[in-house]
């Protein structure tokens, strides 16, 4: 059986300022204590932000993934380890745009395997307290599994940010969410605040390393980078204060994004915040 009410999560952000994705990624995750709560775990989905086969930082960066995975490898044995994406390009599907990024070679590497999350066997899922999304078909697999979000530092021209709450999008299948649009998950288009805070209320990541070396300051296919880069990472269990965090590296007020100002005290905590320097 589905829990449709997540629990609230500890709203502590860990934070600190990059030097390399080797040296950073095993300090925050180890400040974090990311292993005990994968303690028991069979199997940890880690989801990027692949929505098309552009390079970093408009995508999660190979380099990032790879050092995360070789540290889950490392510190938790006998986990399995899977990268799973379902891509919004309208031209390519997932499979072509993990290998025009790179995640073809490293899943070559026997390190983790690739899963198209557009591909998956669904569940269906209802919750009448869901306005946008009452009735929901998801991945199964993002439900037995523990789910490592890894956006990256986004303004979305839509939805305002993209961030780990967004990220998960990308769960969403085609077969029922393209609705007639031009790109894979076109229906999210309509009443979009409502469509990823609804989407959030199925399932929203258990934990999220999110990349904010350099960060999308106006957009997230174009546009100009964030000046200067805020040049860290973030890591926490809460979306919530994750996305709010995100926010105010952008320089935007996270009340002013609906499915923040909608989460807020029900999927997680944006304030008051905890944010640990590491």
């Known amino acids: 059986m589905v829990d449709l009410i997540p629990q609230k999560p500890d709203s502590t952000v860990f934070t600190a300022r990059f030097s390399s994705w080797q040296e950073t990624i095993p300090v925050i995750l180890e400040a974090a204590d990311l292993c005990s709560r994968l303690a028991g775990a069979k199997r940890v989905i880690i989801k990027p932000n692949l929505v098309e086969p552009q390079p970093p930082p408009i995508t999660t960066p190979v380099e990032l993934v790879a050092v995360l995975v070789d ?13 799973g994406e379902g891509c919004g390009s309208a031209t390519q599907n997932t499979m072509e ?14 390190r983790a395997t690739l899963l198209d999350l557009n591909e998956a066997p669904l569940v269906r899922l209802e919750n ?18 523990f789910l490592l979000s890894v956006p990256v530092l986004k303004a979305h021209s839509l939805a305002g940010v993209t961030l780990t709450m967004k990220n998960m999008v990308g769960l969403a299948p085609p077969a029922h969410f393209q609705g007639g649009g031009h790109w894979k998950k076109a229906s ?23 990349d904010a070396t350099v960060g999308m300051q106006e957009a997230h296919l174009w546009g100009p980078t964030c000046d200067p880069p805020p040049n860290r990472l973030a890591a926490g269990f809460d979306p919530v204060a994750l996305d709010a965090y995100g926010c105010r590296l952008l320089g935007i007020d996270w009340q002013r994004i609906g499915h923040l100002a909608m989460a807020h005290n029900r999927l997680g905590c944006a304030e008051p915040q905890t944010v640990s320097e590491i």
């Open 188 to 210: 999210f288009h309509t009443g979009i605040q409502e469509a990823v805070f609804d989407l959030n209320r199925y399932r929203t990541p258990d934990f999220t390393l999110l």
């Open 128 to 145: 009448p307290e869901c306005r946008r999304w009452p009735v929901m078909h998801l991945p199964g697999i993002v439900f037995e599994s």
């Open 71 to 83: 540290y889950l490898g490392r510190e938790c044995p006998g986990l399995d380890i899977v990268i």
């Open 97 to 110: 745009v993990f290998k025009a990024l790179g995640y073809a070679d490293l899943a070559a590497s026997g």
